[in-house]
């Protein structure tokens, strides 16, 4: 079982940044490879960036490819999402998630979720 906690929402103007931050609960947090999905109003749960169980490997939506940077502390237990250059429909809550497959496979734990609000 894990738990996973997000932080660092909020309400930010276009072309700021923001630094999303995901604990981890238990022990066994470096064997998962973690994802960072969103979901806008209305819309469906979208993928957002995936992290490999080392940190060495990494993956990116095209929509926040070049803008959007995830990274990992295996000895925090925590997944981060730094967002730079955010734009208004990057508003949307994020949730992070657990994985023992690929980008696109299948997600066995998330976080509650946390609001990012971009104001234009």
């Known amino acids: 079982q894990v738990q996973l906690v997000e932080s660092g929402g909020g309400l930010v103007q276009a072309g700021g940044s923001l630094r999303l931050s995901c604990g981890a609960s238990?022990?066994?947090?470096?064997?998962?490879?973690m994802g960072w999905f969103r979901q806008a109003p209305g819309k469906e749960r979208e993928f957002v960036a995936y992290i490999s169980r080392s940190g060495l490997t990494t993956y990116y939506a095209d929509s926040v490819k070049g803008r959007f940077t995830i990274s990992r502390d295996n000895a925090k237990n925590t997944v981060y999402l730094q967002m730079n250059s955010l734009k208004p429909e990057d508003t949307a809550v994020y949730y992070c998630g657990t994985t023992r497959g690929p980008p696109a496979g299948q997600y066995d734990y998330w976080g509650q979720g946390t609001q990012v609000t971009v104001s234009s």
């Open positions: 238990g022990r066994t947090f470096g064997s998962y490879a």
